[in-house]
C-alpha cells in the first residue's frame, strides 16, 4: 500500500495552490487566530465575563499554534544561531502526537481541538497508520466546523482511495465537489478524485482531467500532469 505523507494530506502543497497558493495554516493563519470568538449576545453580560471568555480563547489559539509549531520544527543535527530542531523525525512525531492530543483532550468541543485532531490525523497517515488516520478525518468531517470538515473530507477520500475504498473515496469527493468550501475548491476535489481514480477508472479520471487542463495558472498545471500519465486511449 502507498505510504501517504503528511503534505499530501493536507490536500498536496501543489494541488492547494489552485486557489489559496499556500499550504492550509499559511494561507488561514489569521483566521486561526480569529475563528470561532464566541460573543453572548446577552445585554447584561459584565464586563468580567466577556474577558475571562476571551482569556480563554486565547489560551487554545495559543495551544494550538504551539502545538503547531512543533510539527513544523525541522529535524536534523542542532546548528548554532539556527532555528531549533529535532535529532530524528521520530522523535518529532512522538512531541507533535503529545502537543496535538494534549489539544485535543483540553479542548475537545473547540474548533482548536478539531484542528488539532486533524494534524493528528495526518501524522497518523504519515506513519502509514492509515486506519487510525481515518478514524481521526472521519471525527473532523463529521464533527467539525464546516471549513474544517472540508479539508478533513478531502484528506478522508485520499486515504480512502490508498486503503482501497475507492466507491467511498468517490462519494466523499464528489460531495466536496458539489459544496465547495474557503478552504477546499471544486477543483482541488476534483484534482484529488481525478488522481485517485486514474488506476481504476482511468476513462473517468480523463474526463475531469478534460475539463480542467486548460485551465490556466495551477489547475492547469496539475491536471496536465496527471493527463500525462493516463494509459494511451
Not at 529535532?86 to 512522538?94: D, G, L, S, W
Not at 488516520?133 to 468531517?141: I, L, Y
Request: charged share 25%.
Amino acid at each position: 500500500m502507498a505510504r501517504i505523507t503528511r503534505k499530501e494530506l493536507k490536500t498536496d502543497k501543489f494541488a492547494l495552490e489552485v486557489e489559496h497558493g499556500l499550504t492550509f495554516f499559511e494561507q488561514h493563519q489569521k483566521e486561526i487566530t480569529r475563528y470561532g470568538g464566541i460573543v453572548l449576545v446577552v445585554a447584561a453580560v459584565v464586563f468580567g465575563i466577556r474577558l475571562y471568555l476571551g482569556h480563554q480563547h486565547t489560551v487554545r489559539e495559543t495551544a494550538l499554534a504551539k502545538a503547531i509549531l512543533v510539527q513544523e520544527t525541522g529535524v536534523g543535527p542542532a546548528v548554532q544561531g539556527a532555528s531549533a530542531t529535532f535529532p530524528t523525525q521520530q522523535v518529532k512525531e512522538e512531541a507533535a502526537v503529545k502537543a496535538f492530543s494534549d489539544v485535543k483532550k483540553s479542548y475537545a468541543g473547540h474548533d482548536e481541538g478539531e484542528i488539532a485532531e486533524y494534524y493528528l490525523g495526518a501524522i497518523r497517515a504519515d506513519q502509514g497508520n492509515l486506519g487510525e488516520a481515518e478514524k481521526s478525518f472521519q471525527e473532523v468531517a463529521q464533527k467539525g466546523d464546516e471549513k474544517y470538515a472540508s479539508l478533513a473530507k478531502l484528506s478522508l477520500g485520499q486515504v480512502y482511495f490508498a486503503e482501497g475504498k475507492p466507491d467511498q473515496a468517490e462519494k466523499i469527493l464528489r460531495e466536496l465537489i458539489a459544496h465547495p468550501t474557503i478552504f477546499v475548491s471544486a477543483e482541488q476535489a476534483q484534482i484529488a478524485l481525478a488522481r485517485g481514480l486514474l488506476p481504476s477508472k482511468p476513462a473517468e479520471s480523463r474526463k475531469i482531467l478534460d475539463g480542467l487542463r486548460n485551465r490556466p495558472g495551477t489547475v492547469g498545471q496539475v491536471a496536465l500532469t496527471l493527463y500525462s500519465e493516463l494509459p494511451p486511449q
